[in-house]
Structure formats: structure tokens, C-alpha cells
């Protein structure tokens, strides 16, 4: 395992306690992508405060998405499809954070 893929892991396993603590009873893959969904809902946090307008919206959406459902009952294929549509939405805010401003108009033409 690389270097960046061990600290990711560690990154993630870090919500391991909180998981276990609200939903004991679950398996390690569900375990692992709540843990997910968790970490990106910070990263979100802590990004949304130097973005942009335009990916502020989005990533106000992953914040208020992800601590809304981490912890939701739902089967583990909605789990899986909720951490690959938040990690959509991040990729989306940091496309647009990265075009720079006037990127997106304001109003329909």
C-alpha cells in the first residue's frame, strides 16, 4: 500500500469509534463507507470556508447530505451510492474552485 493510500485509510479509520458507537452491528465494507461518507462531510466543512460562491452551494449540499445520512438506516447499496454521489459532488466544487471566478454565470442568459 502507498504511502497516500495508507494515510487515507488512517484519515478514514480515524471515525471508526463514532461508527461503531451509533451503528455497532454493522459489517466492515458499511463500516468503511460510513466512515467515508464522514470524512468527506469534513473535508467539505473545511473547505467550504475559502470557497468560492458557486462551490460553497455545493459543498454546503455535501455537508448538510452527508451528516443528515451517515448514520440513516438504508441498505448498504444506498451507501454505496450515497459516498460515490458525495464524492461527485466534491469533484464538481473543486472543478469549479479551480476554473476561477466568472466560471459559472450568475443568470441564465
Request: net charge positive; proline share 7%; aromatic share 4%.
Amino acid at each position: 500500500m502507498t504511502a497516500a493510500l495508507r494515510s487515507a485509510s488512517d484519515r478514514i479509520a480515524r471515525y471508526i469509534p463514532t461508527v461503531d458507537t451509533f451503528l455497532p452491528c454493522l459489517g466492515p465494507e458499511e463500516k468503511r463507507l460510513r466512515c467515508g461518507i464522514l470524512y468527506i462531510r469534513d473535508k467539505a466543512t473545511a473547505a467550504v470556508r475559502h470557497a468560492r460562491r458557486e462551490p460553497a452551494i455545493i459543498l454546503q449540499s455535501v455537508v448538510m447530505i452527508a451528516s443528515e445520512q451517515a448514520y440513516a438506516t438504508m441498505p448498504i447499496e444506498q451507501v454505496r451510492e450515497l459516498r460515490h454521489a458525495l464524492v461527485r459532488l466534491m469533484m464538481t466544487a473543486s472543478a469549479l474552485e479551480e476554473r476561477g471566478p466568472g466560471s459559472v454565470p450568475d443568470e441564465p442568459a
